[in-house]
Protein backbone atom coordinates (compact mmCIF):
# COMPACT_ATOMS: atom_id res chain seq x y z
CA UNK A 1 0.00 0.00 0.00
CA UNK A 2 2.97 2.48 -0.75
CA UNK A 3 1.37 5.39 -2.20
CA UNK A 4 3.95 6.70 -5.11
CA UNK A 5 5.06 10.05 -6.14
CA UNK A 6 2.39 11.21 -8.39
CA UNK A 7 -0.25 9.96 -6.85
CA UNK A 8 -1.49 12.96 -4.73
CA UNK A 9 -1.58 16.22 -5.29
CA UNK A 10 0.83 19.37 -4.30
CA UNK A 11 -1.40 20.82 -1.17
CA UNK A 12 -2.19 17.22 -0.36
CA UNK A 13 1.49 16.12 -0.28
CA UNK A 14 2.40 19.10 1.15
CA UNK A 15 0.25 19.11 4.13
CA UNK A 16 0.26 15.36 4.87
CA UNK A 17 4.32 15.68 4.69
CA UNK A 18 4.15 18.54 7.90
CA UNK A 19 1.94 16.56 9.70
CA UNK A 20 3.99 13.40 9.41
CA UNK A 21 6.72 15.33 10.46
CA UNK A 22 5.43 17.09 12.98
CA UNK A 23 3.38 13.01 14.53
CA UNK A 24 6.84 11.32 14.16
CA UNK A 25 8.52 14.18 16.33
CA UNK A 26 5.73 13.78 18.53
CA UNK A 27 5.73 10.35 18.94
CA UNK A 28 10.20 10.29 19.19
CA UNK A 29 9.26 12.25 21.94
CA UNK A 30 7.13 10.04 23.97
CA UNK A 31 9.15 7.24 22.72
CA UNK A 32 11.57 7.91 24.87
CA UNK A 33 9.72 7.96 28.23
CA UNK A 34 8.75 4.24 27.13
CA UNK A 35 11.80 3.08 26.02
CA UNK A 36 14.17 0.45 28.38
CA UNK A 37 17.61 0.08 26.90
CA UNK A 38 17.75 -3.12 26.99
CA UNK A 39 14.95 -3.36 24.94
CA UNK A 40 16.93 -1.62 21.99
CA UNK A 41 18.02 -4.63 20.32
CA UNK A 42 14.93 -6.37 20.25
CA UNK A 43 13.14 -3.58 18.70
CA UNK A 44 16.04 -3.47 15.68
CA UNK A 45 15.56 -6.99 14.89
CA UNK A 46 11.63 -6.39 15.10
CA UNK A 47 12.02 -3.57 12.92
CA UNK A 48 14.35 -5.74 10.54
CA UNK A 49 11.47 -8.52 10.45
CA UNK A 50 9.11 -6.01 9.26
CA UNK A 51 11.31 -5.11 6.43
CA UNK A 52 12.08 -8.35 5.03
CA UNK A 53 8.19 -9.53 5.56
CA UNK A 54 6.84 -6.55 3.73
CA UNK A 55 9.25 -7.98 0.77
CA UNK A 56 6.68 -10.99 0.86
CA UNK A 57 3.90 -10.41 -1.61
CA UNK A 58 0.92 -13.26 -1.49
CA UNK A 59 -1.48 -13.75 -4.07
CA UNK A 60 -4.55 -13.32 -3.17
CA UNK A 61 -7.76 -13.24 -5.82
CA UNK A 62 -6.13 -14.06 -9.04
CA UNK A 63 -3.96 -11.13 -10.47
CA UNK A 64 -3.72 -9.06 -7.11
CA UNK A 65 -1.22 -9.32 -4.18
CA UNK A 66 -0.68 -8.06 -0.95
CA UNK A 67 1.91 -7.81 1.57
CA UNK A 68 2.71 -7.61 5.21
CA UNK A 69 2.41 -4.16 6.92
CA UNK A 70 3.26 -4.76 10.75
CA UNK A 71 2.57 -1.72 12.14
CA UNK A 72 -0.19 -3.38 15.11
CA UNK A 73 2.44 -6.16 15.31
CA UNK A 74 5.53 -4.04 16.29
CA UNK A 75 2.52 -1.89 18.63
CA UNK A 76 1.63 -5.26 20.53
CA UNK A 77 4.89 -5.93 20.86
CA UNK A 78 6.55 -2.63 22.04
CA UNK A 79 3.63 0.17 22.35
CA UNK A 80 2.03 2.49 19.93
CA UNK A 81 4.65 5.19 19.71
CA UNK A 82 8.23 2.96 19.15
CA UNK A 83 5.30 0.83 16.47
CA UNK A 84 5.09 4.35 14.97
CA UNK A 85 8.82 4.82 14.84
CA UNK A 86 9.87 1.57 13.30
CA UNK A 87 6.87 2.03 10.84
CA UNK A 88 8.72 5.70 9.61
CA UNK A 89 11.77 3.83 9.89
CA UNK A 90 11.15 0.80 7.66
CA UNK A 91 9.36 3.56 5.22
CA UNK A 92 11.92 5.59 5.04
CA UNK A 93 14.68 3.08 3.91
CA UNK A 94 12.06 1.87 1.75
CA UNK A 95 12.25 5.35 -0.31
CA UNK A 96 15.15 6.03 -0.01
CA UNK A 97 17.19 2.91 -0.64
CA UNK A 98 14.64 0.73 -2.62
CA UNK A 99 12.47 3.72 -4.63
CA UNK A 100 9.23 1.98 -2.82
CA UNK A 101 6.80 4.73 -1.90
CA UNK A 102 7.26 8.39 -3.23
CA UNK A 103 9.54 10.43 -1.55
CA UNK A 104 6.32 13.12 -1.59
CA UNK A 105 4.08 10.75 -0.46
CA UNK A 106 6.29 9.61 2.74
CA UNK A 107 4.31 11.58 4.87
CA UNK A 108 1.43 10.23 3.46
CA UNK A 109 3.07 6.84 3.57
CA UNK A 110 3.95 7.45 7.30
CA UNK A 111 0.46 8.54 8.52
CA UNK A 112 -1.54 5.97 7.10
CA UNK A 113 0.58 2.55 7.25
CA UNK A 114 2.20 4.00 9.93
CA UNK A 115 -0.05 5.93 12.37
CA UNK A 116 -3.15 4.86 11.24
CA UNK A 117 -1.89 0.95 11.29
CA UNK A 118 -0.29 1.48 14.39
CA UNK A 119 -2.93 3.33 16.80
CA UNK A 120 -5.73 1.37 15.53
CA UNK A 121 -4.37 -2.12 15.79
CA UNK A 122 -3.39 -1.26 19.19
CA UNK A 123 -6.52 0.65 20.30
CA UNK A 124 -8.72 -2.12 19.33
CA UNK A 125 -6.24 -4.67 20.93
CA UNK A 126 -6.18 -2.99 23.70
CA UNK A 127 -9.82 -2.28 24.16
CA UNK A 128 -10.53 -5.94 23.23
CA UNK A 129 -8.06 -7.34 25.72
CA UNK A 130 -9.86 -5.21 28.40
CA UNK A 131 -13.08 -6.47 27.59
CA UNK A 132 -12.28 -9.72 27.28
CA UNK A 133 -10.50 -9.59 30.59
CA UNK A 134 -7.45 -11.01 28.19
CA UNK A 135 -9.12 -14.22 27.07
CA UNK A 136 -8.87 -15.22 23.04
CA UNK A 137 -5.16 -13.04 22.86
CA UNK A 138 -4.87 -14.76 19.90
CA UNK A 139 -8.43 -13.88 17.76
CA UNK A 140 -7.62 -10.15 18.87
CA UNK A 141 -4.53 -10.04 17.83
CA UNK A 142 -5.58 -11.32 14.26
CA UNK A 143 -8.85 -9.27 14.21
CA UNK A 144 -7.26 -5.66 15.54
CA UNK A 145 -3.98 -6.31 13.07
CA UNK A 146 -7.12 -7.21 10.16
CA UNK A 147 -8.74 -3.79 11.30
CA UNK A 148 -5.55 -1.74 11.03
CA UNK A 149 -5.07 -2.77 7.55
CA UNK A 150 -8.23 -1.79 6.66
CA UNK A 151 -8.50 1.80 8.43
CA UNK A 152 -4.98 2.67 7.01
CA UNK A 153 -6.13 1.77 3.23
CA UNK A 154 -9.03 4.17 3.38
CA UNK A 155 -6.74 6.30 5.04
CA UNK A 156 -4.88 5.77 1.67
CA UNK A 157 -9.01 6.48 -0.44
CA UNK A 158 -9.69 9.56 1.43
CA UNK A 159 -6.33 11.03 0.37
CA UNK A 160 -6.08 9.92 -3.32
CA UNK A 161 -9.91 11.10 -3.35
CA UNK A 162 -8.65 14.83 -1.71
CA UNK A 163 -6.15 14.88 -4.47
CA UNK A 164 -9.01 14.99 -7.03
CA UNK A 165 -7.87 11.28 -8.30
CA UNK A 166 -11.21 9.41 -8.26
CA UNK A 167 -14.66 10.34 -5.89
CA UNK A 168 -14.70 8.86 -2.58
CA UNK A 169 -16.91 6.93 -2.85
CA UNK A 170 -15.31 4.90 -5.42
CA UNK A 171 -11.85 5.23 -3.76
CA UNK A 172 -12.85 4.17 -0.49
CA UNK A 173 -14.76 0.74 -2.06
CA UNK A 174 -11.92 -0.22 -4.47
CA UNK A 175 -9.59 0.14 -1.14
CA UNK A 176 -11.03 -0.93 1.61
CA UNK A 177 -12.59 -3.91 -0.46
CA UNK A 178 -8.94 -5.00 -1.42
CA UNK A 179 -7.70 -4.34 2.08
CA UNK A 180 -10.25 -6.79 3.62
CA UNK A 181 -8.73 -9.45 1.38
CA UNK A 182 -5.27 -8.28 2.23
CA UNK A 183 -5.83 -7.98 5.77
CA UNK A 184 -6.37 -11.28 6.74
CA UNK A 185 -2.88 -12.27 5.95
CA UNK A 186 -1.44 -9.50 7.93
CA UNK A 187 -3.60 -10.77 10.96
CA UNK A 188 -2.15 -13.97 10.71
CA UNK A 189 1.01 -12.82 10.86
CA UNK A 190 0.62 -10.79 13.73
CA UNK A 191 -1.30 -13.22 15.49
CA UNK A 192 1.77 -15.99 14.66
CA UNK A 193 4.58 -13.24 15.65
CA UNK A 194 3.10 -11.78 18.66
CA UNK A 195 1.59 -15.24 20.49
CA UNK A 196 5.71 -16.45 19.81
CA UNK A 197 7.23 -13.45 21.15
CA UNK A 198 4.85 -12.84 24.44
CA UNK A 199 4.64 -14.37 27.75
CA UNK A 200 2.37 -14.01 30.20
CA UNK A 201 3.74 -12.18 33.01
CA UNK A 202 2.86 -12.83 36.61
CA UNK A 203 3.48 -9.66 37.51
CA UNK A 204 0.29 -8.03 38.07
CA UNK A 205 0.35 -4.43 36.87
CA UNK A 206 -1.55 -1.12 37.29
CA UNK A 207 -4.00 -0.90 34.68
CA UNK A 208 -3.85 -4.77 34.14
CA UNK A 209 -2.39 -5.22 30.76
CA UNK A 210 0.46 -2.65 30.76
CA UNK A 211 3.07 -3.91 28.16
CA UNK A 212 5.24 -1.03 28.72
CA UNK A 213 4.86 -1.16 32.34
CA UNK A 214 5.60 -4.64 33.41
CA UNK A 215 9.57 -3.92 34.43
CA UNK A 216 9.85 0.13 34.18
CA UNK A 217 12.82 0.10 36.31
CA UNK A 218 16.21 0.14 34.72
CA UNK A 219 18.50 -2.50 36.11
CA UNK B 1 -6.15 -10.19 35.10
CA UNK B 2 -3.17 -11.66 33.54
CA UNK B 3 -1.22 -9.25 31.57
CA UNK B 4 1.63 -9.93 28.87
CA UNK B 5 5.18 -8.83 28.18
CA UNK B 6 7.64 -9.22 25.22
CA UNK B 7 9.50 -12.97 25.96
CA UNK B 8 12.98 -13.06 27.80
CA UNK B 9 13.68 -16.53 26.39
CA UNK B 10 16.84 -15.56 24.14
CA UNK B 11 16.32 -18.13 21.86
CA UNK B 12 13.10 -16.99 20.53
CA UNK B 13 14.89 -14.20 19.31
CA UNK B 14 17.44 -16.09 17.59
CA UNK B 15 14.63 -17.59 15.87
CA UNK B 16 12.79 -14.33 14.81
CA UNK B 17 16.31 -13.50 13.57
CA UNK B 18 17.28 -16.28 11.57
CA UNK B 19 13.91 -16.32 10.35
CA UNK B 20 14.37 -12.69 9.60
CA UNK B 21 17.49 -13.38 8.06
CA UNK B 22 15.75 -16.19 5.54
CA UNK B 23 12.64 -13.82 4.35
CA UNK B 24 14.63 -11.44 3.43
CA UNK B 25 17.53 -13.14 1.50
CA UNK B 26 16.10 -16.67 0.42
CA UNK B 27 12.25 -16.25 0.11
CA UNK B 28 12.09 -12.36 -1.21
CA UNK B 29 12.85 -13.57 -4.86
CA UNK B 30 9.77 -15.57 -4.77
CA UNK B 31 7.38 -13.15 -3.75
CA UNK B 32 4.17 -12.78 -6.22
CA UNK B 33 4.97 -10.40 -8.71
CA UNK B 34 1.21 -9.19 -9.18
CA UNK B 35 0.59 -5.31 -8.41
CA UNK B 36 -1.02 -4.94 -5.04
CA UNK B 37 -3.90 -3.30 -3.63
CA UNK B 38 -3.31 0.13 -4.31
CA UNK B 39 -1.01 -1.04 -7.66
CA UNK B 40 -4.67 -2.56 -8.66
CA UNK B 41 -7.01 0.26 -7.85
CA UNK B 42 -4.64 2.43 -9.30
CA UNK B 43 -4.93 0.22 -12.45
CA UNK B 44 -8.53 -0.15 -12.37
CA UNK B 45 -9.36 3.16 -11.91
CA UNK B 46 -6.72 4.37 -15.10
CA UNK B 47 -4.60 6.61 -12.84
CA UNK B 48 -1.20 3.60 -12.15
CA UNK B 49 0.44 5.30 -14.48
CA UNK B 50 0.56 9.13 -12.67
CA UNK B 51 3.30 7.34 -10.27
CA UNK B 52 6.14 8.63 -10.77
CA UNK B 53 9.52 8.61 -8.96
CA UNK B 54 11.37 11.71 -7.50
CA UNK B 55 14.17 9.94 -6.03
CA UNK B 56 16.72 8.80 -8.81
CA UNK B 57 19.62 8.81 -6.29
CA UNK B 58 18.18 5.28 -4.70
CA UNK B 59 20.95 2.76 -4.72
CA UNK B 60 18.87 -0.32 -5.10
CA UNK B 61 15.46 0.74 -7.17
CA UNK B 62 12.87 -1.92 -7.23
CA UNK B 63 14.41 -4.65 -4.69
CA UNK B 64 16.88 -5.32 -7.56
CA UNK B 65 20.88 -4.86 -6.67
CA UNK B 66 21.84 -3.66 -10.04
CA UNK B 67 25.18 -5.63 -12.08
CA UNK B 68 23.81 -8.67 -11.28
CA UNK B 69 22.15 -11.11 -13.84
CA UNK B 70 20.51 -13.72 -11.72
CA UNK B 71 17.63 -12.14 -10.09
CA UNK B 72 17.09 -14.82 -7.54
CA UNK B 73 20.32 -13.59 -6.19
CA UNK B 74 19.96 -9.39 -7.10
CA UNK B 75 16.72 -9.99 -5.21
CA UNK B 76 17.93 -11.64 -2.24
CA UNK B 77 21.23 -9.42 -1.72
CA UNK B 78 18.70 -6.84 -1.81
CA UNK B 79 17.15 -8.05 1.16
CA UNK B 80 19.67 -9.13 2.58
CA UNK B 81 21.36 -5.44 2.96
CA UNK B 82 17.69 -4.28 4.16
CA UNK B 83 17.98 -6.01 7.13
CA UNK B 84 21.16 -4.75 8.03
CA UNK B 85 20.31 -1.29 7.15
CA UNK B 86 17.52 -1.59 9.25
CA UNK B 87 18.93 -2.89 12.30
CA UNK B 88 21.37 -0.38 11.89
CA UNK B 89 18.98 2.61 11.39
CA UNK B 90 16.58 1.72 14.68
CA UNK B 91 19.40 0.63 16.87
CA UNK B 92 21.35 3.80 16.28
CA UNK B 93 17.66 5.41 16.97
CA UNK B 94 16.39 4.01 19.70
CA UNK B 95 19.74 3.77 21.82
CA UNK B 96 20.03 7.60 21.24
CA UNK B 97 16.33 7.93 22.48
CA UNK B 98 17.42 6.50 25.26
CA UNK B 99 20.42 8.08 26.14
CA UNK B 100 19.40 11.49 25.28
CA UNK B 101 16.59 11.58 28.25
CA UNK B 102 18.41 9.04 30.29
CA UNK B 103 19.41 11.21 32.82
CA UNK B 104 15.55 12.85 32.94
CA UNK B 105 13.98 9.70 33.03
CA UNK B 106 16.34 7.84 35.53
CA UNK B 107 15.46 10.68 38.07
CA UNK B 108 11.85 10.26 37.38
CA UNK B 109 11.91 6.49 37.64
CA UNK B 110 13.91 6.33 40.87
CA UNK B 111 11.21 8.90 42.25
CA UNK B 112 8.67 6.88 41.75
CA UNK B 113 10.33 3.95 42.94
CA UNK B 114 11.13 5.46 45.93
CA UNK B 115 7.41 6.01 46.64
CA UNK B 116 6.37 2.64 45.61
CA UNK B 117 9.54 1.14 48.44
CA UNK B 118 7.37 3.26 51.35
Redesign the interface.
Given at each position: ???????LDAKTWITTTVVGAGAVTYS?RQ???A???K???????????????Q?????IAG?????FLGGTMVSI??GPW?GS??MT??L??Q??????G???ALGANVLCTGFIGCFVGYGSYMSAMRLF??KG?AIIAWMSAWLSIVAA?AG?AILLAFSG??NLA??LT??VG??M??GIGEGFITML?TG??????A???RG????ER?????A | ?????????KR??I???L???V??CL??PW????????E???E??G?LD??????EL??????EVAGIPWSVVSIGL??G???????????G???S??R??GDR??RR?NG??GIDRT
Open positions: MHIPDGFLAKLLEPRVPLIALVGAFVFAAMINFPATSGHLFIIVAVLVAIVYQDGITKGRSVTFTAAMWHLIVYLMERSVMTGLGHVSRNR | MSAYRVTEHRWVLAITIIALSASPHPDGLRVADHFKGTAVNAVIPDYAGIGIVIMVGVLFVTRLTSGIETLE
